[in-house]
C-alpha cells in the first residue's frame, strides 16, 4: 500500500522569506508521479508543481521548486520569495497503477507581514 | 472553457435519504474520480472510472455508489448506508495514457454535504 506522510502540521513564513514542506512517502511502485496541490480557502484544488520519478533533475515551477530524493522516498516543496497568496493549505500526494492518487494529510501555510 | 463542474455546492441531507452528487467534465478526460476530504485529513478515494461503464471501488467506497454511462459525467450516491457522510467532496479527472501511470488530475470545485 502507498502512503504518504506530511509531518508538519502547520507552516509560517514571513513575505519574501523561502520556506520548505516536507514529505515522505512509501511506495513498491517502480514508475510514480509526485505532485504537490494547493488548496487555499476557496477549497478547490490546484496543481503546483509534478515530479516524474525516474526523473533525477529536480522540478521547477517559477518560485516553487522541489528536492526529490528517491532513495530516501522524500519530495520536498521549496516557496521562494514567499507571497500573501501563498498562503493555503499544501497536500504532498503521490499517484502510481490506475492513476489513483494518495494525499498526505496536508500542511497549513501562513504567509506573515 | 474547459473544466469540471460539481453541483451544488452545498447540499443539506436529512438521515436515512440517499443523496447525489453530480460531477461533469467537458475535458474529454477518459478517467474521473470521487474524492472525501475531512478537517484534519487528505483527500481519500471514494470511487474511480477509467472508462465508460466501468468503475472501481477506492479506499472508502462502503455507504457510496457510483455510475459512468457518459463519458463526461461521474454522480456520486451517497447512501443511507453510509454512517458519516458530512463532509467536503471532490470530483477529478485525467486523461487515460495507457504508457504512463499516473497523469495530473483536474478538480472540480467540490460539494458541501452536510448531514442534518
Keep these: ?113 | 472553457d474547459g473544466g469540471i463542474t460539481q453541483s451544488p455546492k452545498y447540499l443539506f441531507r436529512k438521515e436515512g435519504q440517499n443523496v447525489t452528487l453530480s460531477c461533469e467534465q467537458n475535458l474529454n478526460h477518459d478517467a474521473m474520480y470521487w474524492y472525501r476530504q475531512d478537517p484534519g485529513q487528505g483527500l481519500r478515494l471514494i470511487y474511480y472510472s477509467q472508462i465508460v461503464n466501468d468503475f472501481q471501488k477506492g479506499d472508502i467506497a462502503e455507504g457510496y455508489s457510483v455510475s459512468r454511462e457518459k463519458k463526461e459525467s461521474f454522480p456520486l450516491t451517497v447512501t443511507s448506508a453510509q454512517k458519516n457522510p458530512t463532509a467536503f467532496y471532490l470530483c477529478a479527472s485525467s486523461i487515460k495514457k495507457v504508457s504512463i501511470v499516473a497523469n495530473e488530475q483536474f478538480f472540480g470545485p467540490g460539494t458541501r454535504l452536510t448531514v442534518l
Design chain 1, 1 to 113: 500500500a502507498q502512503t504518504v506522510t506530511q509531518s508538519q502540521p502547520e507552516m509560517s513564513v514571513q513575505e519574501a522569506e523561502t520556506v520548505t514542506l516536507s514529505c515522505t512517502y512509501d511506495t513498491s511502485e517502480s514508475d510514480y508521479y509526485l505532485f504537490w496541490y494547493k488548496q487555499p480557502p476557496s477549497r478547490q484544488m490546484i496543481l503546483v508543481i509534478r515530479q516524474e520519478a525516474y526523473k533525477q533533475q529536480n522540478a521547477t515551477e517559477n518560485r516553487f521548486s522541489v528536492n526529490f530524493q528517491k532513495a530516501a522516498k522524500s519530495f520536498s516543496l521549496k516557496i521562494s520569495d514567499s507571497q500573501l497568496g501563498d498562503a493555503a493549505m499544501y497536500f504532498c500526494a503521490q499517484t502510481g497503477t490506475a492513476s489513483k492518487l494518495t494525499f498526505g494529510t496536508g500542511t497549513r501555510l501562513q504567509v506573515t507581514l
